[in-house]
């Protein structure tokens, strides 16, 4: 069984840094795609930055890139999310989430639709204050 375990959430000041977690479970990281996606009061779950390990591949929100770096340990079985200078609208529930990989796979598509993960965490709050 897929499982997935956010941590590393917490209240920062603009400019500040935090580095997410995602403890995996239940598969090998090469077999799946793992996403970051966030979530703001009253706003729709946005993509952030997903990663394939087995395709070394990584992408990011036009919003968050040269912020945010996505980083995997496969030893570990974890995907990381470092985030630096952090902004107030970057405010939100950070949620990890898997999919399978497949031969079409694409990153940005990917980001774009959530509903393309089957797998997600419970997720962890993130605020920034300004």
């Known amino acids: 069984e897929v499982h997935l375990v956010e941590s590393g959430g917490g209240s920062v000041q603009a400019g500040g840094s935090l580095r997410l977690s995602c403890a995996a479970s239940?598969?090998?990281?090469?077999?799946?795609?793992i996403g970051w996606f966030r979530q703001a009061p009253g706003k729709e779950r946005e993509g952030v930055s997903c990663?394939?390990?087995?395709?070394?591949?990584?992408d990011y929100a036009d919003s968050v890139k040269g912020r945010f770096a996505i980083s995997s340990d496969n030893a570990e079985n974890a995907v990381y999310l470092q985030m630096n200078s952090l902004k107030s609208e970057d405010t939100a529930i950070y949620f990890c989430?898997?999919?399978?990989?497949?031969?079409?796979?694409?990153?940005?598509?990917?980001?774009?639709?959530?509903?393309?993960?089957?797998?997600w965490g419970q997720g962890t709050q993130v605020t920034v204050s300004s």
């Open positions: 239940g598969f090998t990281l090469d077999d799946y795609v």
């Open positions: 989430a898997a999919a399978p990989l497949s031969d079409d796979y694409d990153g940005p598509t990917f980001l774009r639709f959530p509903a393309l993960f089957s797998s």
């Open positions: 990663i394939s390990t087995w395709l070394r591949s990584t």
